[in-house]
Structures are given as structure tokens and as C-alpha cells.
């Protein structure tokens, strides 16, 4: 059985937690910058900015089945700082192609590829290190704190990307990235918590063989068979907005990069609150009915984003909807993992991780590729709207599943798990 321990004493957590979050605020700065890069720099049309972000969506297609079933032969802490160093690599060329005048669309669809890749491999294997750990008992906290960091990095990454496109220019921005991943990989490395190797059976058997296992059992599980339908409806509308919000801000309702980067970034500090709450909500109400209320509150949170007028107004409501839609982001992810992830046995928590995600994000370079084609077609409000109406299938999908007619069954295996 595992200790519930403070986890603000746990010192490899705290480097996990800490490389994490320096990752992700870099990741925020190329979140505002590369579009940007692309609409501003190289005059990108809306069904550019579609195809780059459905370059960084595409390789969770080819790659993310192989790589989860390979997250259960490894190591996960290897690999997620090999991931950070190639990804570092490849975010430090945009800066130094634009310096050059050499900087094109296919280099930055090229190194969205490498690190989206990079990100499909490192997914499976940073999912599941924390049960290794954390074990199960400290396992919701350390969740929910992980999943804090968005906000954290996005309080601070969205203002400093902002401040650093308006001085040096969104491609010299994107060096921020490069050395948020490189310096992200030496946190890891000083994690002094031994690893220990996946267990392997007599006969390996063939990748194949476990990639259809990880299918199956997240297709036919009751309850986590629903949740990756209800994700896979959510990403897909998701990455229309992706594609298209922050030139829509900026070019449609002529707001500054400053401007877009302050508002993103305060739209952040409710999801402190978040990372506080999951956990005392899940404990109170439990978490299947914590999920269904964080999807039924979804659709509300991006309702608005299609409806404001230039001026600051507009920019007040974008905020509050940007603030709500991280908020329930938060404790919806940290839940929904840490539920995941307590059904699922050890052995198969790489493909759980690998396999939920490749469902989630299959049909999202569809739906980045499309909001780009209406965009160009009906302009990029109206595509906003489309794709904010699409969001209401998912709170159906939540309530016609086990979560809510099988609650106190699942909160009976949740609480057999914890204490096992």
C-alpha cells in the first residue's frame, strides 16, 4: 500500500513538476508566436494555418499506437528527456532561419512534424511516470498539480511571449521554446528516484499484438470507452479554434500581440484555482459526477468567443471565456486521467495513455484542415461559431454513458484501487 505523503516535500516530484512546467511555459510562448510566424511574418492564408496545425496534430495518427506500446517495454524517464532534446533542437531552427531570410511554411510544417512527434512519445511515458512515482495514493494530487502547471506557464508565457513578439518579433521568440525544452531535460535528469524496468514476459509478444490489446481495452472499457469518445468530440472542435483564434484576434478583432498575450495569460489565473479544487471536489462529489459537470459547463466556455466586437469589451469577454474553458480544462483532465489511470493495470498504462490520445486527436487534423477551408470560405468568425455549436455533443455522449447511470460502481473500484 502507498503513503500519502506532502508532495511539496517530495523532491523528485518537484523536479518532475518544475521541468514540466518550464517546458510548458515555453510551449505557451510558441502557442502565440508560431501562428503568428506563419500569419504575420509569412502571410499565411486560413487554410495555411489550418495545415500547421494539423502538422502538429498528424503524427498522434501514425505514431502514437507504436509509441505507447513501446512506453510499456521502456524506461519513461529516458525517454522523455530524449524528447526534450530533439524537440529543442527543432524549435531553435525557426529563429535561425528567419535571422538567415530563409525561413519558410514547409520548414515550420517540418518542425511542427518533428515535434509533435516528439510529444506523442514523450505523452505515454510523462502520463504514466507519476504512478511509478507518486504511487496510488498520491496519485490525484500529484495529477492535479501537474495539470496546474497550464496555468501556471500560461499566466506567465502568454504576457512574456506577448512582450517578446512586440520587441524582437514572433520568430526570435520561439527561441524561448528551444531553451525551455533544454532546460526542461536537465531537471529531469537530476531526478535521483530509481526506475524500475518494465517487467517483460518469456515470449515478448509482437507490437502489433499489444497495439490491438491497448485498442481493445480502451474501446470496450465501460467507462473508459466513453470518456475517449466524449475527448475525441471535444479535440476535434478544439482544434478548429486552435487553427484560427489567435489571427482571428488579431487580424479580425485588431488586437496587438500584447493585447492577445495579457489576455491569454490573466485568462490563466482561474486555473490556479483549479489545481486546488480537483482534488477536494473529486473527494466530496466523487469523480464520475465531477466529469459529468466539467462537460456539461464546456460548451458554455467557448459560446462567446465568435460573438465579441473589437475594443475592450470584446477583449473582457474573450478573457472570462478563455478563464471558464481552462478552469474546466483543468479539473476535467486531472480527473479524468487520475480515474483512468487507477482502473487500468500497470501493464498496460503506456497504451492506455498512447491509445486514449490517438483516438482523441484522430479526427483533430480534420478538424484543423476544415476550420482553415471554412475560414477561407465564410471567414474566420463564423467558423468560430460552427465549431463552438459542435462542442454540444459532448455533454450528450457524457450522460448517455456509465459515468452517470453506473456512478457508485465506479466510485466503488476507484476507492478499491486507492487502498490496494
Known sequence: MSKTVSLWRHRDFLLLWSGQTTSSLGNEIS?????????????????????????????????????????????????????????????????????????????????????????????????????????????????????????????????????????????????????????????????????????????????????????????????????????????????????????????????????????????????????????PLTDRYGMPRVLLGAATAYPLSTATIGLVDPGLAGQLIVGFSWTMMIIITLIFQSTQRSLRQLLTPKDMQGRLAATSRWLTWAATPIGAILAGALGAGIGMRATLLVFSAGMLIGPVVMWLSPLRTSRHEIEQDVKMATTS
Open 31 to 279: 502557442y502565440l508566436a508560431l501562428p503568428l510566424v506563419a500569419g504575420l511574418v509569412l502571410n499565411a492564408s486560413p487554410l495555411d494555418l489550418g495545415l500547421l496545425t494539423a502538422a502538429r496534430r498528424l503524427p498522434v495518427l501514425f505514431a502514437s499506437l507504436p509509441a505507447g506500446a513501446l512506453s510499456d517495454r521502456w524506461r519513461k524517464r529516458p525517454v522523455m528527456i530524449t524528447t526534450f532534446l530533439v524537440s529543442g533542437c527543432a524549435m531553435a531552427t525557426i529563429p535561425l532561419a528567419a535571422a538567415a531570410g530563409s525561413l519558410t511554411l514547409w520548414q515550420l510544417y517540418g518542425v511542427a512534424l518533428v515535434v509533435a512527434t516528439c510529444e506523442v512519445f514523450f505523452t505515454p511515458a510523462y502520463q504514466t511516470y507519476p504512478l511509478t512515482l507518486l504511487g496510488p495514493d498520491n496519485l490525484m494530487e500529484g495529477n492535479a498539480k501537474l495539470t496546474s502547471t497550464i496555468t501556471v506557464a500560461g499566466m506567465a508565457g502568454q504576457p512574456v511571449g506577448g512582450v517578446l513578439i512586440s520587441l524582437f518579433g514572433p520568430a526570435k521568440a520561439v527561441l524561448a521554446d528551444a531553451f525551455s525544452y533544454l532546460a526542461a531535460a536537465l531537471t529531469l535528469a537530476l531526478i535521483r528516484a530509481p526506475e524500475p524496468k518494465p517487467e517483460k514476459a518469456e515470449k515478448a509478444p509482437k507490437l502489433r499484438t499489444q497495439i490491438a490489446e491497448g485498442l481493445r481495452y480502451v474501446t470496450r472499457h465501460r467507462v473508459i470507452g466513453p470518456l475517449v469518445l466524449y475527448m475525441a468530440t471535444v479535440s476535434f472542435c478544439l482544434a478548429g479554434f486552435a487553427a484560427l483564434e489567435i489571427n482571428y484576434v488579431v487580424r479580425e478583432l485588431g488586437w496587438s500581440s500584447l493585447a492577445t498575450g495579457l489576455v491569454l495569460g490573466l485568462s490563466m489565473a482561474g486555473g490556479l484555482a483549479a489545481g486546488v479544487i480537483a482534488k
